[in-house]
């Protein structure tokens, strides 16, 4: 009974050896994208960089795209010009500044590389981020005007997701509701 017990933590390691030897080698890759579940975004106002509080909901009637950066990110400046792409072809864009550590570089980036942000909100604690369920930055989301995420990106933009992005944003915004009259 005692020589099982020393066998069998060796015959668990050994299958679970094998499983993941397995995994890796398969000739079935895992997918390299992220699709994204439908749910609700997040509804919690950030404060402001350089200007007013943001908050999702307050683009309720209207899609929003959502993107995490900071000025630390290589991919982030790597993605830049698609954001001006997407911006210029009228997309929203709130940019999240995420634990940037030196506000000033990301105002300077801004200044010299054009802006692609309608507005910015800084997440220095990372609750946004967790909110959103990102994983790193640069990292984006499509909401649509019922404040849904419908669509993300993780990593950086290049033409072919732009083109993706800027045509779901069309869709969205051609089903989104007229803002009542007041």
Known sequence: MKRWMMVLPLAVLAIILGFSLSVLTSKNPSP???ESPRRPA???QLAGFDGPPVAIPQFRGR????????SYCAPCKLEHPQLMNMQAAG????????HDPNPDEARAYLVSHGNPFAHIAEDLEGRAFVDFGAAGVPESFLVDGDGVIIKSLRGPFDAAAAGAFID???AEKAKAKPAAAS
């Not at 899609?63 to 900071?70: C, D, H, T």
């Not at 997309?91 to 995420?98: D, H, S």
Request: aromatic residues 20%.
């Open 32 to 34: 390299t994208g992220f």
């Open 91 to 98: 997309v929203e864009i709130v940019g999240i500044l995420y």
């Open 168 to 170: 779901a944003y069309n």
């Open 63 to 70: 899609p929003v795209l959502v993107n995490f950066w900071g």
């Open 42 to 44: 997040p509804t919690a």
